[in-house]
């Protein structure tokens, strides 16, 4: 299967009002592609991360009430899951695609990547693009743009992950559902590509 751009009909599917109605055009029309696009990229994100990524699709089987407002597909180093570790995500909420390096709240991970960013802040902070973006929320579409993000705002950031249990850091590219819908299969496989390379110091301060 090749992989194939997202259309305005995809972001749609965040205004189909309801769980089950919004489920059923989410797994119809979406996962789909978040499979393609998972299985295409895992090869490079295994060569990238240097051990073997699998690939997550979120199923949002926690739900009993609430519409999911986003949906993704992770590359994580285990089968069984992702959540509990460091991890690559590209993902849409009806505003934007999203392509990200995260490390959530279920992750002990989170005091380690904390300790080495502070270690190494200047140097990782310069390498990152200005138009990249950082967010402790993975369920708010905002975020920081990393120009915007000064010592304050990243001493509290570090704080929050050495101390908050549920605290957790993502950062990335958003790109504008306008811009996103222009995207073909092969500018979007490109550039997830290219900010997983760009994302991928950050990985590794995870650990």
Request: net charge neutral; with cysteine.
């Amino acid at each position: 299967m090749t992989v194939t751009g997202f259309t305005d009909k995809d972001f749609e599917v965040f205004s189909v009002p309801g769980l089950e109605a919004r489920m059923e055009v989410l797994i119809e029309r979406v996962r789909p592609k978040l499979e393609t696009l998972g299985a295409e990229i895992a090869p490079y994100v295994s060569a990238l991360a240097g051990e073997e990524m699998f690939v997550h699709v979120a199923k949002h089987a926690r739900r009993t009430v609430n519409p999911p407002i986003d949906t993704w597909v992770a590359w994580a180093a285990s089968k069984r899951g992702y959540k509990a570790l460091p991890h690559f995500q590209v993902g849409m909420f009806g505003t934007h695609l999203f392509i990200i390096f995260a490390v959530i709240y279920e992750s002990p991970n989170k005091t380690v990547f904390a300790s080495n960013l502070e270690a190494k802040l200047k140097k990782t902070a310069k390498a990152l693009p200005k138009n990249f973006y950082w967010s402790t929320d993975h369920m708010n579409p905002a975020g920081t743009p990393h120009q915007d993000m000064n010592e304050q705002e990243f001493a509290s950031l570090i704080h929050k992950l050495k101390q908050v249990k549920k605290s957790e850091v993502l950062c990335g590219l958003q790109i504008p559902r306008e811009e996103a819908v222009k995207l073909d299969g092969d500018e979007l496989v490109k550039k997830v590509q290219e900010t997983f390379e760009t994302l991928l110091p950050l990985y590794k301060l995870a650990f």
